[in-house]
């Protein structure tokens, strides 16, 4: 394809958690991407139903709050979206996940995945927040390991030299490794620390590299996406139960009108509604079904899904072109609807096999009647049939019997 054909990208196609690794301004001179603050634990969940089509994950806060969290990276691929890490944060959750899908880009990656670096010090760093543009303050183990390698293939230091900097880079805290704490330590001789003063603004810089990298990537990929390439593929196994409910809490909800509501605030403000309690109890019955469903060897097939969440968009009077829209309205992500319908689909297969699932199982005859007992339907149709010339009801066709 020519560059003048390449699909335009949409605002919100490429997702990239971004702090010191590189500059904002540069990071948008790489081509559209919505830039967001480095991720920390629930910010991938609460990103996913505004279906972005790729995250760049390069920068990550860890230390003082939860780092993001492998199990939503996997949630982001079981909703279709695309993630690729490099550089920092992004490196190192990449050299975790690549075998489940997360795409790593770059060099930091590469050492990560192939065991030649180990530790996530090499990455960390001390930085300003983002009213300064996520200055960086300290220098990051790897970035002091590119810079001496370079200078030594330079000559501008000696192999002596480069390592003895290199010892006194890895024996300073990551909240103190500074140049000039790092060339004090070493004790180098004045005319040698001038020459490598001089040259370090010229020194190779790692993780801006990968950075522009895993940011060119992630919006290569969402190109294809627009000029129809498929999602990549969701994980094999289906998410645990903590993960679940954390997608639940953590997920935003999407108005129509572009207002985002945290779903976690929904919850609540649903657990104080009077009519709470048979809400819950509808949608765990649900759910219990399906899980039952499954345990049986039960399984519903995309299709299937598709159909209920069709069948669920008709009943709600949304058209097909507002999917979308109408799924991020209720805080779901691709993935996160796909197994609200596969839950349906199962409970209405279960239902539909009472009589066979289990020993002796119930009837549909006795399920309908069970049903009408606890909500007075069956008193009331005996009393009308009680009465004198009531009319009576046309009978409709049982469902859930099975021919034989």
Do not use: N
Request: some cysteine.
């Amino acid at each position: 394809m020519s560059r003048a054909a390449k699909p335009r990208l949409r605002p919100g196609d490429v997702a990239v958690f971004l702090g010191p690794s590189l500059p904002a301004a540069e990071a948008r001179r790489l081509g559209p991407c919505r830039l967001l603050p480095p991720a920390q634990a629930g910010d991938v969940l609460a990103l996913l139903p505004e279906r972005p089509l790729a995250i760049a994950l390069v920068d990550g806060l860890f230390d003082a709050v939860p780092s993001v969290w492998h199990p939503e990276l996997l949630a982001a691929l079981d909703a279709g979206v695309a993630v690729f890490g490099g550089a920092s944060m992004g490196a190192l959750r990449a050299a975790e996940l690549w075998r489940e899908g997360v795409v790593g880009v770059g060099s930091v990656f590469a050492a990560y995945r192939d065991g030649l670096l180990d530790d996530d010090a090499e990455v960390a760093l001390l930085h300003a927040g983002p009213e300064h543009g996520y200055r960086p303050f300290t220098v990051p183990l790897v970035t002091a390991r590119a810079a001496l390698d370079a200078a030594r293939a330079r000559r501008v230091l000696t192999p002596r030299d480069a390592a003895r900097l290199l010892d006194a880079a890895r024996a300073l805290h990551y909240q103190e490794r500074t140049w000039p704490a790092v060339l004090a330590a070493a004790s180098l001789a004045p005319e040698r620390r001038a020459r490598l003063e001089r040259f370090l603004p010229d020194a190779p810089d790692p993780k801006a590299d990968d950075a522009r990298a895993c940011i060119a990537a992630a919006a290569e990929f969402a190109r294809a996406r627009r000029a129809g390439a498929p999602p990549p593929p969701a994980p094999g196994a289906a998410p645990a139960s903590h993960v679940r409910r954390a997608r639940l809490r953590r997920a935003r909800t999407v108005l129509p009108d572009g207002r985002r509501v945290d779903s976690g605030t929904v919850l609540d403000a649903l657990a104080r509604r009077p009519d709470a309690g048979r809400l819950a109890a509808q949608g765990v019955r649900r759910a219990l079904l399906a899980a039952l469903a499954r345990s049986f060897g039960l399984a519903a097939g995309e299709r299937e899904a598709e159909d209920v969440i069709a069948g669920w968009m008709r009943r709600a009077g949304v058209p097909a072109r507002r999917r979308a829209s109408f799924l991020a309205a209720l805080g779901l992500d691709d993935g996160a609807a796909r197994a609200v319908a596969e839950d349906v689909g199962l409970e209405a297969k279960l239902l539909a096999e009472a009589a066979r699932v289990v020993p002796d199982g119930p009837s549909w005859e006795e399920g309908l009647a069970l049903g009408a007992r606890l909500t007075g339907a069956w008193l009331e149709e005996a009393a009308r049939l009680a009465t004198p010339d009531a009319p009576a009801r046309p009978l409709p066709r049982a469902r859930g019997r099975r021919r034989r």
